[in-house]
């Protein structure tokens, strides 16, 4: 019986670690969509595409 409420208990605290994992880095991203500079995308958007690198051309 000790080991099954062991399982349990360790089942509940790494379920509880990847939530707060999850929340935490949710909360990462939500704060940097203020910064322009976080991507690439974010920095083109709205303008004219880039060039293509050589050798990329189709």
Not at 28 to 49: I, Y
């Amino acid at each position: 019986m000790n080991n099954e409420i062991l399982i349990l208990v360790l089942a509940v605290a790494t379920l509880a670690i990847v939530i707060a994992a999850a929340l935490w880095m949710r909360a990462r991203v939500a704060q940097s969509k203020g910064d322009p500079q976080r991507s690439a995308f974010t920095e083109q958007h709205g303008e004219k595409p880039r060039p293509n690198r050589p050798g990329t051309e189709h």
